[in-house]
Every structure is written in C-alpha cells, then in structure tokens.
C-alpha cells in the first residue's frame, strides 16, 4: 500500500492487520491511537522482523499501528510533515540515529528502540552522538536489548537512565491466522537439494554444514572466518561453510562474492524465506555469528529455539545471550572458532548439553508473551 508523501513523492507503508478478535477488556474505541513506527523494511533484517512483531502488539492493544520504512525519507521536517497529513498522534522508532533522526521536527511524543549499532558503532561519531543526544532528551521512552547496551547509553548520556528499559528481544514470528508461535521451519524442505543448490555436493561423506546467516554488509564481517575455514576445509573435506542472507551494501557484496569464490569449501547462498531459512538452520551441523557489532541476534535466539548449537563472535551483543560452553560457543578469532568447531565434531555430549541448555534459556528468557506486555505497557507514555 502506499499513501502520497506531502512533497507529491510515493511512501510505501506496511500496515497492520493484526486485532484481537474482541476488544481487550477495558479498552475504548475512543482511546485507541494511531502511530507511525518508523524501521528498516526494506530489507529482510533482524529489525525488520522486530519491527513487524512489536507492531502487532501495538495492534493488539487495540491501536492503530503503520509500518514506514526509513529509507523512503531524507529529513525530519518529510516526516514531520507525514505525522501533520495523516494525523498520527505518536511515533516509534528502531535505531537512535537512522530513526531517531527523522523524529528531529516531530510535534508528537514518541519512544526509541536501541538498533545495536547506534550504541555500539554510531556513538563514537561526533556528529551523530548530537543528533542522538536530541532525540534522548526529548523521547518519552527508550528501549534497549541487553543489560550492557543500556550501560553504554548510561555512561555517555546519565540523564537517559530512567527512559531506558531493558527487553530483550523474543523470537516469535506470526502465522496466518495470526497467532503468535516461535520457530515454524517449512515441512516440505529438502535438506540434499538445498545443498545441491548451494553448489555442495556429499553424498559418499557424512557432511558438517555451518551456517552464517547475516545481510552482507560490513558490521556483519561474513568473511571474518573464510580464509581459516578454507584452509580447514583443505584438511577436513567433510566441513562447509555457507553464508546466506540478502544483499545489503552492494559494493561489499562484490567483494564477498569475489572472495568466496576463491575459497574452497565456503559457499554463498541468497536470501530465503524466514520458514526455509529457518528450515536450512534446523539441519545444519551449528549456526554461526561473526558480526563485529550486535543488538541481540535474532538469529541466535532461532537457532538456540531450533536445538542447533551457536558459535559467536565474542562480541558485547552476543555474551549477553551465549554463556561459553553453557548455551553456545563464543570465538575471538578465526583459529578459535576452528579450533572450538573441531571439538563440538568429536565431543558429542558437548553439543548436547549446549543445546539442551539453550533451549531451556531461550524459552525462559526471550519469551514472546513478555516482551508483547512490556511493549503495550510503554505505549501507554505515548497517550
């Protein structure tokens, strides 16, 4: 759907269907609001999957929620002038800087959901802390993932403190009846033909499949391990390396695909629909995170879901939700992550217990039914 910008441009929205299909109890036609939730869509993201899920809580409080992507507004006064037009009565927004920018003109009240880079990559940045700093002092709310993320904030804006709530993220997705359920892998899913697809071909070897998912952009550092896993895949022809996800910064794509191109044993796979995806994960050997910077990977969280065992960056984003050797694996370097995936291979009751106890923290920790009562409880300092 798209609805005409004040400058006479198009601006794709994705609207939200999802309602109860009777009121919450208390609530009043009178009192539903209609908010504008600014985020990544463009691209299949971790925000963009966040952003989908916190808009039907938002829905199922009995408001009107519209999906606008950021990327179709240059300034703060475009937006300003789409809350005037359409008469928004409140805003949302994910990542400081990319959403919290656009908020600059805004004449309405609004909340922010820390992205991940902003805190971690975009506050070394003069300019960009400024801008942020602006957007702090007048939000109603704030949310932040992880313990660590809301520190960091902290340190660099003290009076931000008590706007700050810790949720970490859950990993529900809907389905078309639009009931909240976690992982959903597609049924019909084959394992060989994906691999064939992939350029992998194994039938005579019992084959150990890592899977990186991630869009292919810098913060992620998809080709952090390929150089190690090459030579590994030299010794070891069993190991492969697939990175899949979207093409997210065009130029760095060229570089990726040039560079797994010379590899042996590291493949790149497009992006896939999330129950395909989800699907090629639950087959895989371990799922792999080698980003240099993290919110809280929604990734992790499926594959931890999906019992697959987790090796990460030992990165802040991702230590806030992998215990080394407890709910996965976490590497600095490449000769660690080699040398941690040859032992979850021989050390079957490692991989076992780690899936175990994954499992059993995700489901305790990243539920969806709190992180949906924490949401329509901030909305309320939007009314």
Known sequence: MCHRAPSGRSVRVWVCSFAPPHPPRGFSQQLGMKLLFLAPLSLPTGNRTTAQRISKYIQSSGHVCILNDIAEFKSSSQVSELINEQKFEAVMTIHLYKGGR?????NVPYGVIFG??????????????????????????????????????????????SKIHVQPQAYAVFSSRQEAVVTKPCTNFNWNEFLQDSGIHCKNIDAYIFLLVCGLR?????????????????KDPRVYLIIIGPEVDAAFTQQVKAKVKSASGVYLVSEKPQEELQAAMRDSFAVVNSSISE???STILEAMDLNVPVLA??????????KHEHTGLLFFDPPEFIELSKRL?????????IVAKAKEYVEKFHSWETEKETYQKLIENLL
Request: aromatic share 8%; net charge negative; charged share 30%.
């Open 102 to 106: 656009l908020l600059l003109d805004s």
């Open 116 to 161: 991940g880079t902003d805190i971690n990559e975009d506050i070394q940045d003069e300019k960009k802390c400024e801008v942020m700093e602006t957007v702090l002092q007048k939000s109603r709310f704030l949310v932040a993932f992880t313990d660590q993320l809301k520190k960091t904030a902290e340190v660099h804006w003290p009076f931000a403190s």
């Open 218 to 234: 810098r913060v992620k550092d998809p080709l952090f391990l390929v150089d190690a896993f090459s030579v590994w895949h030299k």
């Open 295 to 297: 919110g809280m990977s």
């Open 313 to 322: 960056r030992n990165i802040s984003g991702n230590r806030a939700i992998v």
């Open 345 to 353: 291979i021989i050390d079957t009751s490692l991989k076992e217990n």
